[in-house]
């Protein structure tokens, strides 16, 4: 090999990369220490040897390609400063004894040059680009002394005339300078480095190594001709040129090579450091336009977007770093070169969407037998029943939910961990806690169970279907939310909720609104207290605010901020990451003019936009529902919940209910003591149960809040401020008086008197199903049995065949699991998970049906 050609392409900027800028800057003071005897023990060097050995500093350096591989006789293991004052003793003697001049590439970044060095006039940067012999002491001048002042002073210089001036020095002098200096003009080379920069910059090359930017928008791009996906880019970036273009600046061979490497560097070890959730967040970023600053040269700088991460790439790449200091390819090396490759189009979202599917992040044999546990506890419940239970079922499920994180499973383990607290309320006798939620949760996890066994068998096939590694994915769950950037929001804190979840969270939740986009957003802050003996409360409301604001957590729900730099995943919920920095802009003013998409005074239109059909999504966030009108609110004394029913101004109902807890008490006074004067207004959340729309209040607003003119509040008071409370049926309809007598009203009454009879079969069966839960498969009582043959012949009746089959099914199974001594759980299991999935579906739809008469009037 040609050690003079090889040494050309090699500037500070490969030298920081291989070591640090620290380093280099002790071996150009070393350099200049030593003077000419350190420059002499370089000279007689065999440019075609395999390797070059240098005196350097009283060690004996052997410097081999790539000089990553170089070694020294010093103790040091790494690249040590006499390494790199070895490669520069090297490249200057190339320059000197080569023939004609040996150009080098500019320097990318500045090393860093200290006040004590401009004082004293030491030079710490060697000419990078030597023209004949005998032109590099001409870094003493007294010229050279004063532009090096000037390279320490700043980085990048912005011309009114849209011209990049780099006014770094490559070593002592610029080009212009040592080309003017060896004709006797030293005194002009400031002059004369004003027009080789001028000249650089017409032709838009830029010495200096970050983008520069010329006020009157010439030379903006920087990087070669720029693509269509240029446009997207962050202020201040500069795109990747095709490989083997100029890219905007004197890229050698060192340069050219670690592009070429970038772009033929193998991906399926890349997306495997990546991984499945650093894929779809590559993958997001693309889709968004959320492109990365780029700069190329001997070394490529990549700043990864919406992360605090920098990365260095240069050949060989295995010299590559980071600044997360792993010596081994890291994701964010993957993530740096994956966007180089996309810029050059060789990369596209589409392929990183084929990868998730072919790039599983978990074991599937380790998901294959973790869900084969949950089936076999699962089974082994309802065979026991709940009225058998005890502490050691709660044991096993908290077992199992270990199991299922270690396996990466959370999904899982928070769904096991609430059906585990379930199982220990109902021992407590707890009164929310009912067994129709207990077999909801038993049925949901079973089903999940039998999904992911079913995928991971065809995961594992040689050719397994198509979204298959996507959809074992989806069911498992993620530990962590992904958050993406969302820009500057500017949001309004409406109110803060406290929370405690049967899966082992407590917490409070801050909601705000985004009223441009017509979004909720969520900050919550929570901890584990699964493995706490105590819940402490009460101590997250005195939480300082996150994004920098000088308030608690619970201030941020009356205030107006501006978020910048928001980070959010697609729920809504907010990152408090450290990039996001908020600003308050004043006080939350809530009006019925600015709430016009939230606020809801008819209840029909309540239940047409935020009731969902079978089948159909919920709609995220909360509601404000104003009453025309309430009854006192009464504890249930039964279910433990305060019930108050509210009405509008046609006579709709909708009960608002809060559950009773230690926290809730005081919550639950107040709202029994409301007066019909203050017409509150509610914000909750809404749901469907039993054909009435009922509300969770999570706060309770003043009528004056809201209502700018007291117009719309004398209209809907009447005379006297009547209180309405119509006449309702057994759904808490209303109906005009003589409406059944009309043909319509014949019809309508029809089709309440059909959904209701259905509706009250299935529940007969609903209990039969918990009836089993609770005294277990394998005892199920001859009762039982008789009256699931009474409703299968009446199933038949209604033509439910489905229905009915199934019940004589599981009827068949229980009568024979009495008289057998080795049980066959999965049969019975399966048959009663279909069933109850099967009657929870039609209640939903009779109950939606119900709700449609008397919300609609159809």
């Not at 050949?315 to 180089?340: G, M, N, Q, V």
């Not at 609110?633 to 608002?656: A, C, H, S, Y």
Request: aromatic content about 6%; charged content about 25%; proline content about 4%.
């Amino acid at each position: 090999m040609d050690w003079r050609q090889s040494l050309a392409g090699v500037d500070e900027d490969y030298l920081v990369g291989i070591s640090n800028k620290g380093i280099v800057k002790r071996a150009y003071k070393d350099m200049e220490a030593e003077g000419d005897g350190v420059r002499a023990a370089a000279a007689g060097l065999d440019w075609n040897a395999p390797e070059l050995t240098v005196q350097a500093a009283g060690e004996t350096v052997t410097i081999r390609f790539p000089l990553g591989e170089s070694r020294c006789s010093c103790p040091s293991r790494s690249i040590c400063r006499h390494v790199v004052m070895a490669i520069l003793l090297a490249r200057q003697a190339a320059g000197d004894g080569g023939s004609g001049e040996a150009e080098t590439e500019g320097s990318g970044r500045e090393i860093g040059i200290s006040e004590e060095d401009v004082a004293t006039g030491r030079v710490p940067g060697a000419p990078e680009n030597q023209g004949p012999a005998g032109e590099a002491d001409q870094g003493k001048t007294d010229c050279g002394k004063a532009d090096q002042g000037k390279a320490s002073q700043g980085k990048a210089v912005h011309s009114e005339a849209g011209q990049r001036k780099a006014s770094q020095g490559k070593g002592a002098d610029s080009e212009a300078d040592q080309g003017k200096a060896s004709q006797g003009k030293g005194a002009d080379s400031k002059a004369d480095q004003g027009k080789g920069a001028h000249s650089e910059a017409g032709q838009g090359k830029a010495s200096q190594g970050k983008a520069v930017h010329s006020e009157a928008g010439q030379g903006e791009k920087a990087h070669g001709k720029a693509d269509h996906r240029e446009g997207d880019r962050e202020p201040g970036s500069t795109g990747a040129a095709p490989a083997g273009e100029d890219s905007g600046r004197s890229v050698g061979s060192l340069g050219q090579q670690v592009w070429q490497e970038i772009l033929a560097r193998p991906r399926k070890p890349l997306f495997r450091a990546l991984g499945n959730k650093g894929l779809r967040r590559l993958a997001a970023a693309m889709e968004a336009g959320n492109l990365p600053r780029v700069e190329r040269g001997t070394v490529v700088h990549v700043g990864l977007p919406g992360q605090d991460m920098a990365v260095k790439l240069l050949s060989p790449l295995e010299y590559s770093t980071c600044t997360c200091h792993r010596k081994e390819l890291c994701s964010h090396k993957a993530e740096a070169i994956l966007w180089c490759q996309y810029l050059e189009h060789q990369l596209t979202a589409e392929e990183l969407a084929g990868e998730l599917e072919q790039e599983p992040s978990f074991d599937l044999q380790e998901l294959g037998n973790t869900a084969a546990q949950v089936k076999d506890c699962l089974e082994h419940l309802l065979e026991t029943g709940l009225a058998r239970s005890g502490t050691e079922q709660a044991q096993e499920l908290e077992r199992l939910a270990i199991l299922c994180h270690n396996a990466g499973l959370p999904g899982w383990e928070g769904d096991i961990r609430a059906l585990a607290e379930g199982y220990e309320k109902y021992l407590r006798r707890a009164a929310g806690q009912t067994m129709e939620k207990l077999a909801g949760q038993l049925q949901r996890l079973y089903g999940k169970t039998l999904q992911l066994r079913e995928l991971a068998k065809q995961a594992s096939l040689p050719n397994p279907k198509g979204g298959t590694i996507s959809r074992i994915q989806e069911l498992a769950g993620a530990f962590r939310s992904e958050y993406l950037p969302a820009g500057d929001l500017e949001l309004t804190g409406i109110t803060m909720e406290h929370f405690v979840t049967d899966s082992g969270y407590e917490g409070d939740t801050v909601y705000f609104l985004d009223r441009s986009a017509g979004t909720w957003y969520t900050y919550t802050n929570a901890r584990p207290t699964f493995y706490e003996g105590k819940r402490r409360n009460g101590y997250q409301e005195k939480a300082p605010a996150p994004w920098g604001l000088s308030l608690s957590l619970e201030g941020l729900a009356g205030v107006r901020l501006l978020l910048r730099g928001a980070r959010s995943d697609a729920g809504g919920r907010l990152s408090s990451s450290q990039e996001s920095r908020g600003e308050i802009l004043g006080k939350s003013e809530l009006t019925v003019e600015k709430l016009a998409g939230w606020y809801y005074r008819d209840y029909d239109r309540l239940f047409e936009e935020r009731i969902p059909g079978p089948g159909e999504k919920a709609v995220p966030g909360l509601v404000f529902v104003q009453t025309a009108g309430f009854e006192k609110g009464v504890f249930n004394e039964i279910t433990q919940k305060l019930e108050l029913p509210i009405w509008d101004r046609g006579g709709r109902r909708v009960m608002v209910e809060l559950p009773y807890t230690k926290r809730e008490e005081a919550s639950i006074r107040y709202l029994e003591r409301l007066k019909r004067k203050q017409q509150p207004c509610f914000l909750g959340r809404v749901y469907l149960e039993g054909s009435q729309i009922r509300l969770y209040p999570v706060d309770v607003l003043e009528r004056r809040e809201l209502e700018e003119t007291e117009d719309e509040v004398l209209a809907e008071k009447g005379s006297g401020g009547k209180t309405y409370s119509p006449k309702s049926g057994p759904g808490g309809e209303s109906r005009a008086e003589g409406a059944e007598e009309t043909p319509e009203g014949d019809a309508q009454y029809r089709r309440r008197e059909a959904c209701q009879a259905l509706q009250n079969y299935l529940e007969e069966v609903s209990w039969l199903l918990q009836e089993i839960y609770q005294v277990g498969g394998s005892t199920v009582q001859e009762s039982t049995l008789e009256a699931m043959g009474r409703a299968e012949k009446q199933g038949a009746g209604y033509g439910m065949t489905v229905l009915s089959d199934w019940l004589r099914l599981l009827g068949e199974h229980l009568s024979r699991s009495r008289h057998r001594l080795r049980q066959q759980p999965a049969e019975i299991m399966d048959l009663f998970c279909r069933l109850w999935q099967y009657v929870q579906l039609c209640r939903q739809r009779t109950a939606y049906d119900m709700a449609s008469l008397t919300y609609r009037g159809i």
